[in-house]
């Protein structure tokens, strides 16, 4: 028998809640008797592959939660089989319960002596690598713990399990919690071991741009990491490199590195230089070339040029993109956080309710435009629509538009 639930639903938040799932979609095989026979988190195509797993699942083998738990009880001292098992939870986004198996393969096996596993294309320890999850696990937490991958990073010294403790120590604590002073030696060490890396370096710089200090330091790893970067990747190490040269108060060169950004990404944007006649550029992705576009304009903005960022997000763009409604839908964020382009974005938003009548987002972008340009009865309208359409749950989403709307009418009152 299939059952399916959403958190959404009262009745999908009590099982959610009983069988623990963290995420969705996660299917769940019970067997008669209400017991947990295995399960899978999200969906990867093509279908006949999916079918197999759940084939797999259903057949209970040694792999599934029930053959691994079945293992276990016969000799839980058995550290593949407790390996096995911590996976089994972890794929599930239950940190406690893998952590449980994790920390008894540690105990198990302190020197990582009985058997090894694959970790990307290495090979590493049943120990090292359970060590590393629950550094993982650690890092995740609120406040972040930081402890359990620097001791990590004290033990072991090479491979890629190493440099991906270096990452998630960046990313989960130097790069936005530790102390100044901590933060630099850490990124110190970090960029030293990896100096080649691009997005070492870009980690690095984004620390110097929070701290808003030693910006030297940020401009030459930034023009480093530029230089390294490829494909997709420079246009992000471009972006970083243009917010050095606005901290540093230089906005021509952030202007011209947001040009830079624009010719990289082929974002079908003239640079202020002039293309040769006859002379086509080739076409770009098209993501790739909105958010390079939407980026660009931001930094000429910031760099006091706003009739650039008019002429490669604004009404020539909107043009060109009135069939897609996410472009539409970036391009209304953009200018409602500017207050800027305000017509235009109305334009935007209106059309892409036109193009998807049922999302209840496009209708609050509509309101929130219409807000912006005094137009209250419209404003209303749209907020009243996008409640209308909003999902039950989170109830932030309803008590937000809610908020939006005492706000349209307070506003309309004090006009009259």
Known sequence: ?????????????????????????????????????????????????????LEKMKAGGPDTYKGLAAAYAKNPKDVPTLFK??????????????????????????????GLTDYQ???????????????????RTRPPDPAPLQAFLKKYKDGQIVKDAYSRLAQGFYGRTAPKDEAAKFFEDYAARYPEDPLVLSAYVRRILQDKDNLDKGLQLARKAVDLATGGAKGNMLQLLAQVYLQKGDKAKAADTAEEILKVAGAGVPSMAAIPAGEAAPAPPPARADMSAMNAARIFIEADKPDRALAVFGPEYL??????????????????GQGKNLESALEAAQKGVALTPDAYTGWNNLSQVNLKLKKYDDALKAAEKALELAPAQPPQIKDNIRKSIDQIKAAALEKK
Do not use: C
Request: proline share 5%; hydrophobic share 40%.
């Open 1 to 53: 028998m299939l059952y399916r639930v959403y958190t959404q639903e009262p009745e999908g938040q009590l099982v959610f809640k009983k069988f623990a799932i963290h995420a969705t979609p996660t299917i769940l095989l019970l067997d008669g008797d209400g017991a947990e026979v295995d399960w899978t988190v999200g969906y990867d195509p093509p279908a006949e592959k999916f079918q197999e797993l």
């Open 319 to 336: 043009k060109k993109n009135l069939d897609k409604a996410p472009a539409l839908a970036s391009y209304v964020t953009f200018w409602l």
């Open 85 to 114: 098992f911590a996976q089994k939870w972890a794929d599930r986004y239950d940190d406690v319960k893998s952590a449980e198996k994790y920390k008894a393969i540690v105990a198990l096996d302190p020197d990582g002596k009985m």
């Open 121 to 139: 294309k290495d090979k590493v320890s049943y120990t090292e690598l359970a060590e590393f999850s629950l550094g993982s696990n650690a890092i």
